[in-house]
């Protein structure tokens, strides 16, 4: 899943100019916190989050979903 995201060490330009909390789950982002940039919905999100979407999207960085609404790669 590397084309899906970008990974970066917070630093002190990135959390005053773009963001200083995850996206997904608003969490804080401190400087040196590895962050990763979503390049399909276009903003950073936690390690934890990042290894969440992960498990839930495809080779096409799509988030995937059967007919019962389960979520799976």
């Known amino acids: 899943m590397s084309q899906c995201f970008i990974t970066q060490t917070?630093?002190?330009e990135i959390l005053l100019r773009v963001?200083?909390?995850c996206a997904q789950c608003y969490s804080d982002i401190?400087?040196?916190d590895t962050i990763h940039y979503d390049n399909q919905r276009y903003?950073?999100?936690?390690?934890?989050?990042q290894e969440e979407y992960c498990e839930k999207m495809?080779?096409?960085c799509d988030v995937v979903e059967d007919e019962a609404g389960v979520l799976f790669c």
């Open 30 to 32: 401190n400087t040196g």
């Open 19 to 21: 963001t200083n909390v």
């Open 10 to 12: 917070a630093t002190e």
């Open 43 to 49: 903003h950073y999100v936690c390690q934890k989050c």
């Open 58 to 60: 495809n080779e096409q």
